[in-house]
């Protein structure tokens, strides 16, 4: 009987991490090819701002960070660099700079999502034309799926 709950409990343990390690590797394994470094500069060449994703914001940890130039202009918010993978990121334009799960949500209301992050390295997400960029003043990448701070980027 001893074997037996030791059986169960081992599986059970290796179901969950195997359940966890599959939600992280699916994103990877599913993601669009992103752009090169020279199609995401190309892109910066129009942007009227810059900022950048720093690994050392308050809410980002060793599995949500993001680091690299953010470029924004009227038609495209282009990063050159890399976010961590993960499921369901959004792309939201903020009033305010934040970098805290509770800052998020606080100001999420007055946040815009300009669309979904589907690439971990350099992406060109094009800003809807409903949308006025010189009206926010930070880019934020939040996981929809699990309520998570990625990474922020002040650009004006």
């Not at 993601?31 to 994703?53: C, M, N, R, V, W």
Request: proline share 6%; hydrophobic share 45%.
């Amino acid at each position: 009987m001893k074997k037996l709950a030791t059986l169960t409990v081992t599986h059970l343990v290796a179901l969950v991490i195997g359940f966890a390690a599959g939600i992280y590797a699916l994103p990877i394994l599913t993601a669009p090819k992103g752009p090169s470094i020279q199609e995401a500069k190309a892109q910066a060449q129009d942007a009227t701002y810059k900022g950048a994703f720093k690994r050392n914001l308050t809410d980002s940890d060793a599995l949500h960070w993001g680091e690299g130039e953010v470029f924004v202009s009227q038609k495209n918010i282009t990063l050159a660099g890399e976010v961590s993978p993960g499921p369901a990121y959004k792309l939201y334009l903020s009033p305010e700079f934040v970098e805290t799960e509770a800052d998020f949500m606080r100001l999420k209301p007055q946040m815009t999502v300009v669309g979904d992050v589907k690439t971990f390295k350099n992406f060109i997400i094009p800003v809807p034309g409903s949308v006025d960029v010189s009206k926010y003043k930070a880019v934020i990448i939040w996981c929809e799926s699990f309520s998570q701070f990625i990474t922020a980027a002040a650009y004006q």
